[in-house]
Structures are given as C-alpha cells and as structure tokens.
C-alpha cells in the first residue's frame, strides 16, 4: 500500500516555526521526487517547494524562498520541510506528493495533508 504521510503543522504566531514532514511507505522512495503544496480555503493550490530524488536539487517558490528549507532523511523515508519566519498567509493545508522530477508536471502519489495556521 502505497502512503505518504505528513504531520508537525500545529499553530504558531508569525515570525515563530514549523518543521513538517512527510513519510513515505510502500514504494521505492530514492527513486522519486518530493513536492510540497499548499492550499488555502477557497484559493488555488500552490507550489511550495520540491527536493529531487537522493536530494540532488531543491526548488523553492519566490514567497518561501530564504525562508523554507527542505531535508531529506533517506534512512527513513522521509523528507522534511523547515518552515521559519512564518507568516499569516502561510496559513493551508500543506501536503506532501511523490513525484519523477523536481519540478514537475505530474505527481503519482498524494497525502492527506497536515494543517498550519500561522496567528498575526
């Protein structure tokens, strides 16, 4: 059975942190690529950022970027993303998706997702 799972979002006041992450179980992990998006009621899903297989390359977008960094820990399936100088709008549901490439158009498989609200 194929799962990813995210956890660690919770409720922080800006400027504070979060370090999610996702585990992954039930396929080969080295050999696919990590995305995190996030969605906010009534809005678009967005990309966030995504970590090429064995963490060979990372790719942020422009409002995380120098705030979001992403880790992988391989022995455990998992990949991790520090979130600091967090921000109200960075209130979503943020969910992890394996995928081929780094970025990419296509992403096999999806987590439920894991919520965080940043407070003003």
């Known amino acids: 059975e194929v799962q990813l799972v995210e956890s660690g979002g919770g409720l922080v006041q800006a400027g504070g942190s979060l370090r999610l992450s996702c585990a992954a179980s039930g396929f080969t992990f080295d050999d696919y690529a990590i995305g995190w998006f996030r969605q906010a009621p009534g809005k678009e899903r967005e990309r966030v950022s995504c970590i090429s297989r064995r963490g060979r390359s990372t790719n942020y977008a422009d409002f995380v970027r120098g705030r979001f960094t992403l880790s992988t820990d391989n022995a455990k399936n998992t990949v991790y993303l520090q979130m600091n100088s967090l921000r109200p709008e960075d209130t979503a549901v943020y969910y992890c998706?394996?995928?081929?490439?780094?970025?990419?158009?296509?992403?096999?498989?999806w987590g439920r997702g894991t919520q965080v609200t940043v407070s003003s």
């Open positions: 998706a394996a995928g081929p490439f780094c970025p990419s158009p296509l992403y096999n498989y």
